[in-house]
């Protein structure tokens, strides 16, 4: 059974810090790109920041610079480091799990950590 189990979600206010978690099991951790997206109200869920099974990392734009994605594959964890933060950051934010196969793809979701950035 595969799980997602995200972490360090919380209230903080503009221009701090959180660091959320996410670890794995039940999938060979390695092989997979670990990404984070988040889901603001009313909102797509969007890409936030991805990193494959090579360390490569992508982010988006609005994130650039202020958002660091990391993993540590003898830990089955992936985290997402947050700094700068500000109200458009406000959202619930996942851990996907993705491996494209020769036919199809593996992917699969956390449940969520709700980030919420206000004074």
């Known amino acids: 059974q595969v799980q997602l189990v995200e972490s360090g979600g919380d209230l903080v206010q503009p221009g701090g810090s959180l660091r959320l978690s996410c670890a794995a099991s039940?999938?060979?951790?390695?092989?997979?790109?670990m990404g984070w997206y988040r889901q603001a109200p009313g909102k797509q869920r969007e890409l936030v920041a991805v990193?494959?099974?090579?360390?490569?990392?992508t982010y988006a734009d609005s994130v650039k610079g202020r958002f660091t994605i990391s993993r540590d594959n003898a830990k089955n964890t992936v985290w997402l480091q947050m700094n700068k933060l500000n109200a458009e950051d406000t959202a619930v934010y996942y851990c996907?799990?993705?491996?494209?196969?020769?036919?199809?793809?593996?992917?699969?979701w956390g449940q969520g950590t709700q980030v919420t950035v206000s004074s």
């Open positions: 990193i494959d099974s090579g360390s490569k990392t």
């Open positions: 996907n799990a993705k491996y494209y196969r020769l036919y199809g793809e593996d992917d699969f």
């Open positions: 039940g999938i060979t951790f390695n092989i997979y790109i």
